[in-house]
């Protein structure tokens, strides 16, 4: 589904898993955790390891077409080369920011938490609005399952989280193969 938000595009859909399909995704995501240096976040990690997280990928793979078909753009792009885990422990948060050598960006929640981590993504104009605004971001609780895929140009942050087990989710970068 293409929601329009600020005269920009994102994609959100949420995925209805077994519970078993979300404890073996959750359970190969802390395996490829343990096996990563800290900081997490900084390192790019092989995520496509098995059949499930492999359907994973088919899904921002989904994402980002839906995207490019949305912003009339080549869907010719790589998703293999940019994906991190991403645990929240008590007080983490991420700062608000954009990236530059990206072109879209989907992140992909295993478990929820109603205590804080919300995903806010901001209208790109947010810096300059004035006047005639109303609200200059959206907030997105993240659910398990729930997917998110936006153009690189949406300032996004993440809220403190503060709850008492970590939480997780998979980002997955994508970079268009051939830009003119």
Known sequence: MIQHCYESS???KQFENSNEFN???????KAIRAM?????????????VSDNMHIIRDRFIDGFEALCLEYNETS????????MVNPMKYGDFKSCHTHDV????GVYYLNESNEGGKLRLYDPRFLN????????YIEIKP???????????????VTPYLGKETRYSLV?????????
């Open 129 to 136: 609005k004035k006047s005639f605004s109303k609200q200059t």
């Open 102 to 105: 990206i072109d879209a960006f």
């Open 10 to 12: 994102i994609w959100i």
């Open 172 to 180: 997955c970068n994508m970079v268009f193969n051939n830009v003119d």
């Open 76 to 83: 010719d792009f790589d998703v293999d080369s940019m994906n």
């Open 23 to 29: 404890q073996d995704v959750l359970n190969t995501t």
């Open 36 to 48: 990563t240096p800290e900081p997490i976040a900084d390192h790019n990690v092989d995520l496509w």
């Open 143 to 157: 659910k398990t399952g729930l997917m998110v895929v936006a153009p690189y140009y949406i300032w996004h942050e």
